[in-house]
């Protein structure tokens, strides 16, 4: 099938960063988001990325000017209806992604894919939400979506080979490597990252060394581009525990069980970059 319109639902950073790389290669997107407020900011967040690429000069004024022509924003779900392919990029919660794909199938054309960007949660189960569940698949970007060149195109039982050969070349077209995965939790990339990031802490909590010794030491023993409580922060210490627990749930693996440092500065809401403060500082 032919793809020519995106529909993105989500206001986070990684549905304003897909939107991004799709508009940057010239499909259309109509992001939408619960309010017309946030809908907004997602639209001035890529003003502000394809800014700072004309400033590094790896894009010119007319790339930008075209793709954000390609762009509207809208906090009405109806008008996704038209779109070729929808991806959804909302709380990682089962509940609310499930509800969404419900009424997604109401309202997208039939010939429409709908997709998730989960990292973790099982895609079967939101496709069984649906009347086609054929046309649904994981097509999980990675943050920052923009630079990161790998997307995990996840199958569940239920997905035709026409809806995972589209994902795939959508995800090329974007400039991405496609990488067919298996629908179970973690995929591939969370499912070998977040034992190792879950470690990272454990090895804090028994004093083996500090926060910034440990990231010294996987970066400079390593060859990682940042350190497990640098990407921790960066991922968000919810988001990681939530990964960690649906990866627990599903395998029953006590690697996967969160180390309790973890939970006691969700709880705290320490989150990371997003709360401004956790293993580091960002005020």
Avoid: W
């Amino acid at each position: 099938m032919s793809i020519t319109k995106i529909g993105i639902v989500g206001s986070g950073i990684m549905g304003s960063g897909i939107a991004q790389c799709a508009a940057l290669n010239g499909f259309e997107v109509v992001l939408r988001s619960r309010s017309r407020t946030t809908a907004d900011a997602m639209v001035a967040a890529m003003e502000k990325a394809l800014a700072r690429q004309i400033e590094k000069g790896k894009l010119t004024e007319a790339e930008r000017d075209s793709a954000l022509a390609l762009v509207r924003a809208t906090s009405d779900l109806g008008e996704l209806g038209g779109c070729d392919l929808v991806i959804e990029s909302v709380v990682e919660d089962l509940s609310v992604k499930k509800h969404l794909f419900t009424e997604l199938d109401r309202l997208c054309v039939d010939h429409a894919i709908i997709a998730t960007n989960t990292s973790t949660l099982p895609v079967v189960e939101m496709a069984m939400e649906t009347g086609r569940p054929e046309k649904v698949c994981g097509i999980h970007f990675f943050n920052p979506a923009p630079v990161m060149p790998l997307v995990e195109i996840v199958r569940p039982l239920t997905a035709s080979d026409e809806t995972i050969a589209a994902a795939s070349s959508f995800a090329e077209a974007c400039g991405k490597t496609p990488v067919e995965v298996k629908d179970r939790a973690g995929f591939v990339v969370n499912a070998l990252l977040f034992p190792y990031l879950n470690d990272a802490v454990r090895l804090l909590e028994t004093q083996v060394a500090s926060l910034e010794g440990i990231d010294t030491a996987m970066t400079g023993g390593c060859g990682f581009p940042m350190g497990p409580f640098a990407l921790l922060d960066l991922v968000g210490l919810d988001t990681t525990v939530a990964i960690l627990d649906a990866l627990y749930d599903e395998f029953r693996d006590p690697r996967y069980a969160a180390a309790p440092l973890l939970r006691r500065m969700v709880a705290a809401e320490l989150l990371g970059r997003k709360s401004g403060k956790g293993f580091y500082d960002y005020h």
